[in-house]
DNA sequence: CCAATAGTGTCTCTAAGACAATATGTT
DNA sequence: AACATATTGTCTTAGAGACACTATTGG
């Protein structure tokens, strides 16, 4: 060991030190698309670009809690879905100084999206369009109400990319789908929200006796009303007990 | 924005920063099993107890290449496979001061596992444990090489999860197998590395059939030598054009 | 009865597990 | 030839996709 790694590892507060920031990604299903809350920056850099919510991690402060804060404040919103997603490091990310910005992926019921809406009104809901099928990953656009593409600031771009693949790529062996449902849901809500994520159809039948194979749902024997048709039925999450 | 935010967002210099570091898992087969490179801490906070390799990240240095350099520095490695983990970000995971470390995954051959033993001497081959089945998670040991339980420093038991959890999660759908095979290699020894990681023996009719159609695999006519038995051909991990 | 969607039945096809047979090196 | 493992074949079974059929509600 040298005499740098010795000074690093005894007095690492001797070395300058980058900021820490969080940035979340809200995310729900709006119009049967996903969808995404933005600010709009007015300020130097990236002035007039679009950015995901963020904010700095405090010295005495968790990054879970730092994003669970940057969710009350700058989405007015108590509870939410909240899982790290990645951590975006590179020098130049940002050409104020050095950050290093560690993205967390909410989830947010399509209730929950509205509320936000309403309680913060410089949010911009924006449609997530993804390109590419699968899980491999590529781009993916963020596009106004008016349906064109945003330019979005910073590596945010590249945040929304890893957001929708990670999404996709553990919606169908995990539990995140329910995050995007209110209590109680149909079965065909269910399969929207999958279609919706995916991108893609299913297989009705399919999908079905999967999703009741697994056990994670429990018939309520209420049913949706309104409809000009035949009911469905509601069902609740249940967690598995087995796992 | 009240003015505690706007400051924050304009000049975050002002509040104080957490430092930020590196830790890599360097992970191998050994034995058939599992195994990390560990290093004793002599010094205070844990003293005598294994840690991680790490380091911190340079002011003008990415996250990746911090991790590029402490696996050079600390493993005497050129080059690995290399993935970032997870960012683990507790306030009292260090009781210096606060430190938030992006853990990174660095998986190593065989070959590379010994002659990083042989280059740094002072790392410590410790197996892996993994008591649960699945990909679903919990803690893990880190055996020395009598087969005792080693106490690990910090949060690095929960760092040596994640990566155990990552690793089986991503094994059957990724290439990350390759990275801890040589060049060439058999389908017994692809199998191997899959069952060390799983902790479970797989069907081998199956598993040859799934490795073969999937197309990444390139045979190279050429047969393993110097078994008392029937020679198994060589294969090549050939990165896959269509994907 | 009609429209529209919920929910189910059935056939086919793919892929995995189980088990065993055949192939091919060394000694 | 005996041995040990590689490699292949085949049967069974589980689950997904396709498609069509029945059920139920409002009008």
């Known amino acids: 060991m040298n005499e740098t790694d010795f000074l690093k590892d005894y007095d690492p507060s001797a070395f300058q030190r980058p900021s820490v920031a969080v940035d979340l990604v809200l995310l729900g299903i709006r ?11 007015d300020q130097h850099p990236h002035a007039g670009r679009w950015a995901l919510p963020g904010g700095f991690v405090g010295i ?6 730092a994003a669970a804060r940057v969710l009350r404040e700058k989405a007015g919103m108590a509870h939410a879905h909240l899982e790290q997603l990645y951590t975006f490091g590179a020098v130049d990310r940002d050409p104020r100084m050095r950050i290093i910005s560690v993205a967390y992926l909410a989830l947010l019921t399509e209730q929950a999206f509205e509320a936000a809406l309403r309680a913060m009104p410089m949010l911009l809901p924006a449609a997530i369009e993804v390109p590419w099928a699968g899980e491999v990953g590529g781009p993916v656009d963020a596009l106004s109400p008016e349906n064109e593409k945003l330019a979005l600031a910073f590596d945010h771009a590249g945040i929304l990319a890893t957001a929708m693949r990670r999404l996709r790529g553990k919606l169908d062996y995990s539990d995140v789908a329910f995050a995007l449902l209110p209590e109680l849901f149909t079965l065909r809500q269910l399969q929207d929200v999958h279609e919706a994520i995916l991108g893609a159809g299913l297989n009705k039948p399919a999908f079905r006796r999967r999703q009741l194979d697994r056990g994670w749902l429990a018939p309520t024997g209420a049913y949706e009303s309104g409809a000009a048709f035949r009911p469905a039925e509601l069902y609740r999450f249940q967690p598995s007990t087995a796992d």
Do not use: F, T, W
């Open 60 to 65: 005495d402060e968790s990054l879970d809690a």
């Open 31 to 41: 119009d049967g698309r996903p969808a995404v809350l933005l600010l709009k920056r």
